[in-house]
């Protein structure tokens, strides 16, 4: 019986210690007294009025006046980092006043830099756009519950792509229901500076579950480069008939669908493989068969050759909507496709077994 009783009160002793923790993620206090039409332009029936009640309450955000909210208005990286450290403070409960400073930002700066918040800018007073504004309110979210209700997918979301810097944020945010996107697709428009309104949204989704919203978003099916508009068409027919080269465009979309949604580096890579494999499973290398340079010979007729391999790699390349530069085009050297990845110029070569970085302005590591 005493062992038993002993389990037991380790077990009530355990819960104990658990509670601050539980109630320093809850913290959430209204300080403010919030009246419906307060501010002039969020009437009652605003698709933002639950959210700016929130805000306002917990005194995360206020109005431009007393009567005026300004929900279309812009906000700057400072004033988002601002909210941002009052979320985290008023979470863990201890309340949304910070101390005077010079800037007037510098304050909650300092005490983004102490609890984890992302804030690394070297300008505060622009304006954030909203793939910024939801990675730093991602940053606060390790203190925030934030379960998920939302089942989104990898790559669902359409303006999205896997190498963003704030893929994760986003996709976090969409899955707990903080975010929800502009449309029935998903669209977040990443890029887009973001309003008070919609700031005052995703914060009050934050600091009140009760409003967070579960969606399923309509699948953003893969659309391809028609054939008649590749950016490289020219070069990618060489000498095959319409005929010739719509076999050749249906095989590279076979190859490409899979890799839609995913980043260009692993577009690249997964073009690279793939055609890497057509070679390696039994094609013939030849510099005179017909068909030899173009994407019919590589991939209808087996016929291969670094300019067919190059040519093919640029077929797959314009279906996804990337452009490119056919290196050593119509010379007796070895050629590669050359793609511009955000200033960083890359090699997709499945002839010369390499899809990454170039070492120097038109080098090959391997030729």
């Known amino acids: 019986m005493k062992r038993i009783l002993s389990l037991f009160l380790i077990f009530i002793l355990s819960l104990s210690l658990c509670v601050p923790a539980m109630a320093a993620v809850s913290g959430f206090k209204k300080i403010n007294t919030y009246t419906v039409g307060q501010f002039m332009d969020v009437p009652a029936d605003s698709w933002c009025a639950d959210n700016v009640k929130t805000v306002y309450e917990y005194g995360i955000m206020g109005g431009k006046s007393t009567t005026y909210f300004d929900i279309t208005g812009n906000l700057t990286i400072a004033q988002t980092i601002v909210m941002a450290a009052r979320l985290h403070s008023s979470a863990h409960g201890k309340g949304v006043e910070f101390e005077s400073s010079t800037p007037w930002y510098q304050s909650c700066l300092d005490y983004a830099k102490q609890n984890g918040i992302y804030c690394d800018y ?11 504004f939801a990675r730093i309110l991602n940053s606060t979210s390790p203190y925030i519950g934030l379960p998920e209700i939302s089942k989104i997918e990898d790559g669902a979301i359409p303006d999205i792509t896997m190498d963003s810097p704030c893929y994760d944020a986003v996709y976090r945010l969409y899955r707990a229901g903080v975010l929800t996107g502009n449309d029935k697709k998903g669209t977040f428009a990443p890029n887009s500076n973001i309003s008070r309104g919609a700031a005052a949204a995703i914060i009050g989704r934050m600091a009140d579950p009760s409003l967070r919203k579960s969606i399923a978003l309509e699948k953003n099916p893969f659309e391809p480069v028609p ?3 590749l950016a490289n068409l020219t070069s990618l027919k060489k000498k095959c008939t319409d005929a010739e080269l719509q076999q050749a465009y249906d095989k590279a979309l076979e190859i490409v669908t899979p890799l839609a949604k995913k980043s260009r580096e692993e577009q690249l890579k997964g073009i690279m493989k793939a055609l890497r494999k057509m070679y390696d499973d039994g094609m013939s290398y030849s510099t005179d068969s017909p068909h030899y340079n173009d994407p019919y010979g590589y991939f209808v007729l087996g016929v291969a ?4 391999c190059a040519r093919a790699t640029g077929l797959c390349l314009n279906i996804l909507g990337i452009p490119y530069e056919h290196v050593n085009e119509n010379q007796w050297s070895h050629q590669w496709c050359r793609v511009n990845i955000d200033g960083t110029y890359w090699i997709c070569d499945a002839y010369g077994l390499y899809a990454g970085p170039e070492p120097g302005p038109y080098q090959h590591p391997y030729v």
């Open 227 to 229: 054939m008649d508009q």
């Open 305 to 308: 050759s670094c300019a067919g």
């Open 122 to 132: 070297e300008r505060f007073d622009v304006p954030i756009t909203r793939a910024e």
